[in-house]
């Protein structure tokens, strides 16, 4: 062979492996599907805490393994990196694909996905961590650590109501003991942290609302419920307090002696005196629509809306389409969460509204959620707990009549 030939040959070796190095991504392929096993870049922690959360930007991907049968695998830094750069439906696509490959992907982007989550709670702002959230859960619905993330963060916002919300919902999905020890923990510090905080600021009534709340989506404990029954007697409801305490004492198996000497104790401190029930007490109608009784309410002091009574809504809601009917002054927007409905898990806008009115009844200063979903006909949206907790309410079936006091 010529020295020319050999010299043309070896010019052409050196261009090939050039384009080949520029077309393999450098540190961005997984393990083969074909090998053994998959390690995954990061352990998913057992326990979410705002205060132990890694720097998610520092985190470096594993070396990629000596053989790769091809350059098109799936690339847990590409994976992070649509994550980095909020492209949150281009990442579940990308993430779907991998598992399309091989299911085992989801051993390595699974744990990506809720160490990126964990950044989030610290470094994004509230809206990111929403999106990507809606995006997740909008497929994997039941996907038990995004939806313990989620609650975590509705803790932080100070939004207890959604977070008992969030945990019901992660509840009915937890098939595995170790799951259902994960919510029932996660309830325990939403509860705690809540109860502690209100307490401070000594405001009973939202305190009292919560774990009216919890009770009503079946997230209470007898504990829970004890507690509930010592604030109705700090706010002077006396006769659901004994009727409570009562209720507890009946299931009470004695083997605490604790326990029912707690709740002897309790009792003894209802007042004999009795309570002044219809004190202020007014009456507004309603509409039986159905099982559930439908409302008008006013809005801003210039818009009437029919809500149906919801006592499972954490916040008043509206639908999309009754919200954008209404004037728009005196709403101001406030954020956007995530919400449990009917329908699963949405996301909504929450908006305040200057004033809403039930009949003589006022209250300044109220949220209420925007959501898209089709309302019933006649129907604006639903007045939900955090309108109803400032009031000792009960509905008269026979006479159509909402019965509200203030507390």
Known sequence: MSLAKIFCLLLAGVALGWLLHDAIPIGGLLQSPASPALTPAISSPRYFSAGSVADFRGWQEPAPPQELESAALPSAERFRQLLMEQR???????????????????????????????????????????????????????????????????????????????????ATYAYQTDQEEKVNAAVQR??????????????????????????????????????EAVLYRVLGETQRSQKLLLALQQRDSKSNAFWTATLDKELSRISPLPEKLNRGRRAIAVTKRGDHFLVEVTLNRMSTVKLLIDTGASLTTLSLASFADLPQANFIYRDSRMFNTAGGLTRGDVY??????LGEMQLSDIDIA???????????????????????????????????QPR
């Open 352 to 357: 305040r509204a200057s004033s809403i009115e």
């Open 370 to 404: 925007v959501i898209d979903y089709p309302a019933a006909s006649n129907v604006d949206g639903l007045l939900g707990m955090n309108i109803l907790r400032n009031y000792r309410f009960e509905i008269n079936q026979d006479d159509s009549l909402l019965y509200l």
């Open 88 to 170: 949150f439906e281009m990442a579940l696509a990308y993430y779907e694909h991998a598992l399309s490959v091989d299911d085992r992907y989801q051993l390595t982007l699974q744990p990506i996905l809720e160490q990126y989550l964990l950044f989030c709670l610290e470094q994004c702002s509230g809206g990111v961590f929403v999106e990507v959230v809606n995006v997740w859960l909008d497929t994997y619905y039941q996907d038990i650590p995004v939806l313990l993330l989620l609650a975590e963060h509705q803790r932080l916002q100070r939004q207890p109501e959604e977070a008992a919300s969030t945990l019901q919902l992660a």
């Open 190 to 227: 939403l509860v705690q942290t809540t109860d502690d905080a209100l307490s401070r600021q000594e405001s009973w009534v939202e305190l009292l609302g919560f774990y009216e709340y919890l009770e009503t989506i079946d997230l209470d404990t007898q504990e829970f419920l004890l507690r």
